[in-house]
C-alpha cells in the first residue's frame, strides 16, 4: 500500500538568496471562492461598449442614427424622384405642383390617376416652389450635412492626434513653438478665410470635372479646407495635455531603455492611453461640424446649386415662412435630431471609455 509523505520545505540559508519559505502562505478557502467569481479579462472597447448599452440615452441616439443612416440610403433608391427634378405630368412641367401639402396631388397628377387608373407616387414632405419633391431635397441635406460632419471629424481628429503627440512628447522649444502656432490659428477667423476661399477657387480653379467636389462646389472645398488648417486645434492641445502626464508613467521609461523609437513609443504606448479622450472628442466634433456647414449654407456660403443642404433649405423655406412653415420645420427638425443625437452620445461616450468616471 503506497503512504504518503509531505517533503519538508528547505529552511533559508544564511546569505543566500533563495527567497525565505515564511513569507509565503497558503491560500484560504475564502480566497479561493474570490478568485472563482472574479470578473473575465476584457479589453478596453469591449468594456466601455457594454457601459454605453448600458445608457438608455446612449441608445437612443444609436437608434435615431441609424434610423437616419437607413433613410439616406434607401430613400434615394424608393423614391422615384431626384432631388433637382422637377414634377412633370405626361413629360410636360406640371406647375400646379409648386408648394403641395404632405401627402398632397396636384390637380394634373388626379387627373392623370383618374385617367390611366394608376397610382403616382406620394409626395411625403410636399414640394417646394419650384415643384420639386421636398422629402427627396430633405434626404439629399441630410447626406450633404452627415458626409460634412463625419469627414471634418476624421479630419480633424487624424491632424490633431498626430500634430498634440509630437508636441506633447518632444516637450522643450518643440513644444512650446508648435503651442505658439496653435495660439496664431486660434485667433485667425474662419468665416472670413472661407469666403476667402470661396472667391479666389471661383476665379482661379474649376472643380466641376471632380466627381463629388463638382456637385458640392467651390464653398465646400474652401470649408473642407478651413477645417484641415483650423478646427483641430482643441484636438491638438487636449491630446497633448494627456502625452504630457502619460510620458512620465514608468512603462514610457522601460520603452526607451529597451532602445525602442519615439514613434514606436507614442503609437504603441501612448496614444492607445489616449484613445478614451481621440474617441470622446471625435464624437462631439461632428455635430460642430455639421451645425458650422448649415449655418453656412443658411447664409449661402454652402453647397452649391441644385444640390440641396439642410442650411440650404431652411434659408430657401425663409422667405415663405408664413404661407408654408413646414418648409422649414422639416431641415430644422433633421438638423436637430442629428446634432441632438450625436452631443447625447457624446457624453455617452465620455461616460463609458473615459476610465476616470468607470465609477
Known sequence: MAQNYEIPTPKKRLLSLQMDPAKFEK??????????????????????????????????????????????????????????????????????????????YSAKEQAYMEKYNVKVFPHILGTDELCRDYFIRVVYGTRVSFMVGIFAAVMVAVIGTVYGAISGYAGGRVDLIMMRIVDIIYSL???????????????????????????LGTNMVSMFIVFGLLYWVGMARLVRGQILTIKQNEYVLAAKSMGASSGRIIRRHILPNCLSVIIIMTAQEIPTAIFTESYLSFLGLGVSLPMPSLGSLANAARSGMQSYPLKLVFPAVAIILIVLSFNLLGDAMRDAFDPKLKN
Request: glycine share 4%.
Open 27 to 104: 491560500a484560504t478557502d475564502e480566497e479561493k471562492k474570490q478568485q472563482d467569481v472574479m470578473a473575465e479579462s476584457t479589453t478596453f472597447f469591449k468594456d466601455g461598449m457594454r457601459r454605453l448599452r448600458k445608457n438608455p440615452l446612449a441608445v437612443f441616439s444609436i437608434i435615431v442614427l441609424l434610423l437616419i443612416i437607413l433613410t439616406m440610403i434607401f430613400a434615394p433608391v424608393i423614391v422615384p424622384y431626384g432631388y433637382d427634378e422637377i414634377i412633370s405630368v405626361e413629360g410636360v412641367r406640371d406647375k400646379q405642383a409648386a408648394n403641395l401639402k404632405p401627402f398632397e
Open 189 to 215: 477667423p474662419d468665416l472670413l478665410i472661407i469666403i476667402l476661399l470661396s472667391v479666389v477657387f471661383k476665379e482661379t480653379m474649376d472643380f466641376s470635372k471632380i466627381p463629388v467636389l463638382g456637385k
